[in-house]
């Protein structure tokens, strides 16, 4: 399998902040295609291996923007406080006003 790109933290932090749960487990051969949308001209499918997928999640644990529990034998991700923030500043950079086609020269003020 061909690694088109690496996953970055950030990437990473949308994923887990869409809801999306990742589920690691040894007795898994390898890893499924991960699919998401991210605005702009990458649609196609991330693909991924295991190494690069472990080393950041241990990064963002370490950074206390996840936490890792166990419950009923899966491995549950969860957003900290800290990686909600984070993902909200990430939202917010990529966040773009529309600009109206026909902008109005005249403004306009109400009287109290």
Do not use: C, H
Request: glycine content about 6%; proline content about 4%.
């Amino acid at each position: 399998m061909e690694i088109n790109k690496r996953l970055t933290t950030k990437e990473l932090l949308k994923i887990i902040g869409i809801g999306a749960l990742i589920v690691v487990s040894l007795a898994m051969p390898g890893l499924p295609k991960v699919y998401f949308l991210l605005k702009g001209k990458n649609k196609k499918p991330l693909y991924f291996d295991k190494k690069n997928l472990s080393s950041q999640i241990r990064r963002l644990k370490n950074k206390e923007l996840i936490s890792i529990s166990e419950e009923r034998g899966d491995t549950i991700i969860r957003l900290t406080e800290k990686g909600k923030e984070k993902v909200l500043r990430y939202n917010f950079e990529e966040l773009e006003l529309e600009r109206p086609e026909k902008w109005e020269q005249e403004r306009y003020f109400e009287r109290k």
